[in-house]
């Protein structure tokens, strides 16, 4: 199919962005890589009526070193998250997990903000920004603002954008001390996580000091596994406590049950998902 | 006269890259899409949403008005100039032929049947227009699983019929004199093994969707369809509209594949005709992906019932096989037939003395069914191969153990098996021992022990699939006896023209299979011409008005061997050119390497084929009697169906956590007779183990309990790719078909057929310690996962 009329727009800063999004109101849409946004645009399972493209916008892209954290410009390409030495260096999760987005071609056009601000619950990166406790820079009708990951993703495909928001950058604390992995399940290369996990962990003396665990697609968000970081606080560093641990990881999630899976399904693989996922970060 | 088969250094046998590549893969070629005629219009189909339902009213009015928007029209405006849709192949006297109208016209009967069509100056606002377009339609009750259609007081898919019951088609070799009675060996047997195997629904996914092109401005209207079966679908066209035959010109251009999705012809193409002839311009259908996967026909789809019954020693003495088949909503040319071309397969190769095969065709609210690559063999081959592994445990034999324990060896050939084929050749030990080999079969049954007794969470499975397959469709005669419309010959033209360049004209019709490399390549060896001054020519009813197309893989098997006729008459007809040129008697002639030259006078003057071909255009000095021209066709009807073989050997890790199965290793040897170019038959084998690995594993089309398909883009609808895939281990073993003059057997579908079940065997082995004894295909991680938890809770959790 093709997609239903619209009207476009490309714009050069982020300003010019945000002003054009404000013309067109409720039915102005975002166009960033567009590996999300096209297909849907054929099915015509949306119908904006405005695109305002920002693959213009330079200060969108590229990475920079901020101190503690890196800053990660909301345009900048899988391809280039996943090769960047800072993200390589300071947040490798997100290097690990971008690289597992769809093909090379998609990794190439596709981008980490975008990834975002589509809040598709089976997406890798969402569930990494709510591991890294990640904040997101926006700009709006009315100026800039901050929203933490954790309130970023509110819904099903729903994020706290308004529509006339523009994801601007994301800013990622540094993990000084830590390693992570991110265990995706999916039965075909190209396609979504069935479920995944993403886990940070510190270790210290013989056991775990600290974890971090959030869940893909155990839910309309990514969920943090509260239960699995609480039981790893402090635990020694083994196969046992880990799987003891990781027993507990979808307590409070509400997978769903859809054409790829069983929320029965999604409940045991997040267990044994984010055993793996653990041990791996741990070197265990 | 001799004519000598190959020349040492001939073009047979050789590792030919495929002609046809440059121009596909730089897209330097005119794909039916491609084509852009003056005043063309573009048509977009408004389809169905509902599975079945009474159409109460359709408001065309605010699309007629749209931008762009030149006519739109239902199938009550077109009833009279549409013509219906033929089915050529009821199985049985009393098959039910439902009317299927290529736009409908009351009812919808399927999501995605269409109702209404919009034409306009471009795509774009053809499709715009279809969201103006309002049908009202009213909810008819949806009967979708086939043995509810069976049951009594089931919704009807078609109420004229009565009944949801399509056909029931028997074969018995006790009543037909082919073997033994299945039930006096099913009383007398120490071992009765049962099961019920479901194959799921595919869809064929080929590369290029539909795509249809009509011009009504000739004196023909001239189609340009992506088509497997051009010649099919001018005849078929003429009968089903009642336009006279020679006014139709039918042409196949460059087709993207088509693995028997496109062995059909379609309501799109009988709308774009009657569309073309309401507005007399050129129209234009393509599908989008979406449309294909929801109209385009689908495969599969069986239950199947099986018993197997055997002696201890593990003589195996009889088969039944009970079927339902799923045609769908209505009859596509050979739906009806697809099953009865497995029924002849489930002997395998096998000598059963006893077998039965029953066959129920039903109606359900879903898209029809029709061929999918093998069509029917893959079905009959899964269902033997998966039941002869689960003999083997019941016997507690080795699963190559019980098939060398029935198989025909290679001294009994000729062979009529009880379903009353009658096998030319095969040597199936030599093909399964250099695949054990390959395979490394011992080591690897010696690891899974290890991995057995260490209670590894990744178990490996060994999956073993020996097959054969009746190909080079079709002896006419048989044809005639099973009810199908046409027959089963193929043609072929050999032009030699004035400067010793040749046109071939074939009548089979490559989508992908490079026959225009293949035939080159025979024609080369045969006249002793290069192989690049071989032109081939198909596809195109004023080229080649005579052909039955591609599909079952016969093209090579039985078009091949009209192709050498063809080119031996040539031969035959330079003769006594050569012979006038030469001056020398034509019987003291030999055609050896290409040169016409008198037996036995080494270093003698010679004449070429060019030579004759030159001196039969000037006609200046022909001797009295022979024609001006050196042309020649030939037309083959096979006596018997062509038989190659293999085993395929397959390993597999599950992950008893998750229930992933990966594919270790993968060994194919096939046995395809004699091969005229490697590379092409690897490429084949290649991609028919693909999708018979993507049945096992990977695809399923679904539908809701409404009936809309749930698997209508490549998102649900997994398709493997490479990165999904093993590396393939192929090798070959080369028993010549006897009687024919290349050897060749078919290669088209052997994978496919093959594959299926040696990856469900070795998913399952896998699995046997914990309690399975099958898993239904696909299996996806869910479907193995929660397999393993069913057997462990039979098994009280605890590992048998």
């Known amino acids: 199919m093709i997609p239903a009329p619209f009207d476009y727009t490309r714009v050069a800063t982020v300003e010019d962005a945000v002003a054009a999004l404000a013309g067109a109101g409720e039915d102005g849409k975002v166009l960033a890589g567009g590996q999300s946004l096209l297909p849907m645009l054929r099915l015509r399972l949306a119908a904006p009526t405005m695109l305002v493209d920002l693959g213009g916008v330079a200060e969108l892209r590229g990475v920079r070193d901020d101190g503690d954290a890196l800053i990660i410009g909301a345009m900048t390409t899988h391809d280039e998250v996943v090769k960047h030495p800072l993200v390589r260096e300071h947040a490798p999760l997100i290097a690990q997990a971008a690289e597992t987005v769809g093909d090379r071609q998609i990794r190439h056009l596709g981008t980490f903000g975008g990834s975002l601000a589509h809040a598709d619950p089976a997406g890798d990166l969402p569930g990494v920004a709510l591991a890294l406790d990640a904040v997101m820079s926006v700009a709006g009708p009315g100026g800039m603002r901050d929203v933490r990951a954790s309130e970023f993703f509110v819904d099903y495909f729903t994020t706290a954008l308004g529509p006339g928001d523009v994801l601007v950058s994301v800013r990622v604390p540094k993990l000084t001390g830590w390693t992570t992995h991110y265990e995706k399940f999916h039965q075909m290369a190209q396609s979504w996580s069935v479920v995944g996990v993403a886990a940070a962990v510190r270790r210290s003396n013989g056991s775990i000091a600290e974890a971090r665990v959030a869940l893909t697609n155990m839910g309309v968000t990514p969920v943090r596994a509260h239960g699995v970081e609480e039981a790893l606080a402090g635990a020694p560093a083994t196969a046992d406590a880990v799987a003891t641990a990781a027993a507990r990881a979808a307590d409070g999630a509400s997978p769903l049950t859809d054409g790829v899976a069983s929320a029965e399904y999604r409940t045991h693989l997040a267990s044994v998902l984010t055993k793996r996922a653990v041990m791996a970060a741990g070197g265990l | ?800």
Not at chain 2, 423 to 452: H, I, M, N, P, V
């Open chain 2, 1 to 800: 006269m001799t004519v000598t088969e190959q020349r040492p250094g001939g073009e047979v046998g050789r590792d030919r890259r495929r002609k046809e590549d440059a121009r596909l893969i730089t897209g330097r070629t005119a794909w039916t899409d491609n084509l852009s005629l003056p005043g063309m219009l573009h048509l977009a189909i408004v389809r169905s949403p509902m599975a079945h339902a009474r159409i109460t009213g359709i408001d065309v009015t605010a699309a007629r008005g749209a931008p762009g928007v030149v006519d739109v029209f239902t199938g009550r405006d077109v009833a009279d100039l549409q013509g219906s849709m033929p089915c050529v192949w009821p199985v049985t006297e009393d098959t039910v032929l439902p009317a299927y109208p290529p736009l409908a016209l009351d009812e919808v009967r399927h999501a995605g049947e269409p109702v209404a069509v919009v034409a306009a100056r471009d795509r774009a606002s053809a499709l715009d227009a279809l969201e103006l377009i309002e049908v009202d339609y009213e909810p008819l009750p949806v009967v979708l699983d086939m043995e509810e259609a069976l049951a009594d007081g089931a919704p009807l898919v078609h109420d004229a019929a009565g009944t949801n019951r399509c056909y029931t088609w028997i074969l018995d070799s006790a009543q037909a004199g082919t073997g033994a009675d299945v039930a006096r060996m099913e009383a007398e047997a120490e071992v009765v093994v049962s099961r019920r195997f479901i194959q799921q629904r595919l869809v064929p996914a080929f590369m290029e969707p539909r795509s249809t092109v009509v011009d009504p401005t000739g004196d023909q209207i001239t189609m340009w369809s992506s088509t497997q079966v051009p010649h099919i679908l001018r005849v078929l066209l003429s009968l089903g509209t009642g336009v006279p035959e020679h006014k139709i010109r039918v042409i196949a251009p460059d087709v993207g594949g088509g693995f028997g999705g496109k062995l059909e012809v379609t309501p799109e193409e009988f709308i774009a005709f009657a569309a073309a002839r309401r507005l007399n311009k050129p129209v234009k259908f393509t599908e989008s992906r979406s449309e294909a996967m929801l109209s385009a026909h689908h495969g599969r789809d069986q239950i199947q019932d099986i018993t197997v019954t055997a002696r201890r020693d593990g003589t195996v003495t009889g088969m039944s096989a009970r079927l339902l088949a799923n045609m769908g909503a209505y009859l596509g040319i050979i739906t009806p037939g697809i099953p009865i071309l497995g029924a002849f397969m489930f002997g395998g190769i096998y000598k059963f003395p006893a077998y039965r095969f029953e066959c129920t065709g039903v109606f359900t609210n879903t898209t029809k069914t029709d061929a999918y690559r093998g069509a029917g063999r893959p079905e009959a081959t899964f269902a033997l191969e998966r039941i002869m592994d689960e003999l083997a445990v019941e016997l507690g034999l080795d699963p190559l153990e019980l098939r060398r324990r029935n198989w025909i060896e290679r001294d009994e050939f000729p062979f009529t098996t009880a379903a009353g084929l009658t096998y030319d050749s095969g040597d199936y030990a030599k093909a399964t021992d250099r695949a054990t080999e390959l395979f490394g079969y011992d080591a690897l049954r010696q690891e899974q022990a290890a991995r057995r007794a260490a209670g590894d969470t990744v178990q490996l499975g060994i999956g073993v699939s020996t097959y054969t397959e009746m190909c080079g469709l079709a002896p006419s005669r048989v044809l005639g006896q099973l009810r199908y419309a046409a027959g089963g010959w193929e043609s072929a033209s050999v032009r030699m023209l004035p400067t010793g360049k040749v046109e071939v004209v074939t009548g089979t019709s490559p989508h992908g299979q490079g026959h225009e490399t293949a035939w080159s390549q025979i024609v080369a060896d045969q006249l002793g011409v290069a192989f690049e001054d071989v032109e081939v020519l198909h596809g195109d009813t004023r080229a080649s008005h005579k052909g039955l197309d591609t599909y079952g893989s016969r093209s090579l098997a039985v078009g091949g061997i009209a192709l050498v006729n063809a080119c031996r008459r040539v031969v035959e007809k330079a003769m006594p050119v050569a012979a006038h040129l030469l001056e020398a008697d034509p019987a003291d002639l030999e055609f050896t390497d290409g040169a016409f030259r008198v037996k036995g006078a080494p270093g003698a003057a010679t004449k070429t084929l060019a030579d004759c071909a030159f001196a039969v255009f000037q006609s200046h000095d022909l001797p009295d009697g022979v024609e001006s021209t050196l042309d020649a066709d030939a037309t083959y009807d096979p006596e018997n169906f062509s038989y190659p073989h293999g085993t395929h050997l397959c390993a597999v890790e599950v992950d008893t956590e998750t229930g992933m199965v990966k594919i270790r290793s993968y060994v194919a040897v096939d046995d395809v007779g004699r091969v005229i170019n490697p590379l092409i038959v690897d490429g084949q084998v290649h991609g028919g183990v693909a999708q018979g690995i993507a049945q096992a594993l990977f695809e399923e089309a679904r539908y809701d309990e409404d009936g809309n398909l749930m698997t209508g883009t490549f998102v649900e609808y997994t398709i493997p790719s490479a990165a999904d895939l093993p590396d393939l281990v192929t090798d070959r073993t080369e028993t010549p078909a006897p009687g024919h003059p290349l050897g060749a057997k078919g290669v088209g579908e052997a994978g496919t057929i093959a594959s299926t079940p040696a990856v469900v065997n070795a998913v399952v082995d896998a699995l046997r310690p914990l309690g399975v004894a099958d898993v239904r295909m696909p299996c996806t991680p869910e479907r193995v996962w929660s397999t393993i938890q069913a057997a462990r809770a039979a098994n009280g959790g605890e590992l048998r």
